[in-house]
């Protein structure tokens, strides 16, 4: 028996077994390994077959997370732990602070080896999600921030450019683009003029620590800041066409009702509304003010039970153009003192809503490349709601629980409209290649058709921008689009259809 392509994952293991046995081994080799033993010729025909961990490219893009030094934050939380190997926020035994920490925080470094092991497992990363990670990254020096972005985006293009703009030019047609950037930061620093500055490094994404929306409790933990910095972060945002990942904290002084409040006015009031979130219940970590409390029995966490009931009841009140990112921090459990001590607490919270009767449309959920056996053509859905000031239209192609791709519309009090964002889902397609998957088959192109006659027609707008990354930029110009100010811009005098 010889390998070949669309063997089941079982038969792989049967074959490797035998190998290994064959050849006196007395470890079965990984497909990461194994893939990298073939021949060129063979390697590209199996790579999809042998292909490890496909949620790294299914929602269409790869993830490549890099952190900073360790640098101490403004905000002195009651819940934050302080390691002395990572920036503040971090145990310094995460995943990605492992991989900084072996390659002594450099941003260069970083990136090349994560594009290394993603290859390795059969991954293909010309389309990237960089996400620079280490708390508030704009409370580090200005010429600090200028050249850890300058050197992840000199890693993508696979050589050293003069200044930053000339390596965000240089990406446009690298091979491994970064086709999306994200950047961590807190509601006080995300000050209209910062927005502006993010957009020039190339950000498409601000994923603000909002923890609670209950004044007390932001008092109570020493937060810095109130409900007011979170509404005017996410207008600055919003209005700067940047998508908008809220950090919340259930279990945070708070009650399962308490909470639950919590879900329900994060989508009810039109101050937030964010596009994505992240969910992490407060765990205890030595070293942290919570962790004295819990000592002396004044504070109690959610179990990974009662954490998982929460999640699974604040699915209700998820709306469709929301993305669940995470459900829990990336914690080693050995490290938390009381709190979720389950690493799949996502998929014990989805079991717990599938019992209750509660689907949840949340995008991920929904994304085809999580749902193979959807059947039948998608079709063009709307969906307009306000939020921070603004008007919000979601466009995207679905049927029935499969969502195939989206785009954000939104227009400013300004009468300015622009492109939030654009995602067409179905594992990553190389840039440049043709494919027969969900990328590629022109969805994309005709969503983008879609807000152009709304623009014009609905609200008079002259143009439409799009903040789009900086390895997307090509894309647009081929519709016509030109880079102006960090965003790619087109004029909506001549009538456009849907094509």
């Known amino acids: 028996m010889k390998l070949k392509q669309g ?6 293991e049967a074959y490797k077994r035998r190998q290994a046995k064959r050849l006196g081994f007395k ?15 063979e390697r590209e025909g199996m790579r999809e077959t042998l292909k490890v961990r496909n949620t790294r490219s299914a929602s269409g893009v790869c993830v490549i997370a890099v952190m900073t030094r360790p640098w101490p934050c403004p905000g ?29 925080f450099d941003a260069y470094a970083q990136v090349e080896d994560r594009l290394r092991q993603l290859e390795a497992i059969g991954h293909e990363p010309s389309k990237c999600e960089l996400i620079i990670m280490g708390g508030t990254f704009n409370s580090q020096p200005r010429a600090y921030q200028d050249a850890f972005i300058k050197k992840a985006y000199e890693a993508f293009n696979g050589k050293k450019s003069r200044t930053l703009a000339e390596a965000i030019k240089t990406n446009e047609k690298a091979h491994y683009r970064v086709t999306g950037l994200t950047l961590e930061t807190r509601p006080d620093w995300c000050i209209e003029s910062e927005v502006k500055r993010f957009v020039g490094y190339g950000a498409t994404r601000i994923e603000l620590g909002v923890q609670s929306l209950d004044e007390g409790v932001l008092k109570r933990v020493n937060r ?7 509404a005017e972060a996410t207008r600055y945002c919003k209005d700067a066409f940047l998508k908008v990942c809220y950090h919340v904290m259930p279990g945070l002084y708070a009650t399962r009702e308490s909470d639950l409040e919590m879900f329900r006015q994060l989508f009810g009031d039109e101050r937030f509304k964010p596009d994505m979130l992240k969910i992490y219940p407060c765990l205890v970590i030595k070293g942290t003010r919570v962790y004295r409390e819990w000592k002396r029995g004044e504070f109690k966490p959610y179990s990974t039970e009662e954490a998982a009931e929460v999640i699974a009841e604040a699915k209700r009140f998820v709306p469709q153009y929301c993305r669940i990112m995470r459900v829990d921090r990336d914690i080693p459990t050995n490290l938390i003192a009381a709190g979720v001590d389950k690493s799949n607490l996502r998929e014990i919270a989805r079991k717990k809503a599938k019992e209750k009767g509660i689907v949840c449309r949340c995008i991920r959920c929904r994304e085809i490349g999580f749902n193979r056996n959807a ?3 998608p079709k063009l859905a709307r969906l307009d709601y306000e939020a921070s000031g603004g008007a919000e239209i979601f466009l995207s192609y679905e049927n029935g629980d499969a ?15 622009g492109v939030r964002e654009l995602r067409v889902f179905g594992e990553q397609t190389p840039v440049g290649a043709e494919s027969r998957r969900a990328q590629h088959k022109g969805y994309g192109a005709r969503l983008l058709a879609e807000a152009e006659r709304i623009a014009r027609k609905d609200f008079k707008a002259k143009k439409l921008v799009v903040l789009a990354g900086v390895g997307a930029r090509p894309y647009y110009r081929r519709l016509g689009y030109a880079l102006r100010g960090g965003y790619m811009e087109k004029s909506l005098s001549q009538r456009q259809g849907i094509h």
């Open 7 to 12: 063997m089941a994952k079982e038969e792989i």
């Open 27 to 41: 470890q079965v080799a990984g497909n990461a390994d194994l893939l990298a033993s073939l021949p060129k010729k």
């Open 76 to 104: 002195k939380c009651a819940y934050c732990p302080t390691a002395k190997n990572a920036p503040k926020s971090y145990t310094g035994f995460e995943p990605a602070a492992r991989r900084a920490r072996q390659n002594n």
């Open 224 to 230: 810095g800041h109130g409900l007011a910095a979170v």
């Open 375 to 377: 059947k039948g053509k």
């Open 403 to 417: 969502l195939w791709a989206f785009l954000r519309l939104r227009c400013n009090e300004s009468g300015e409209c």
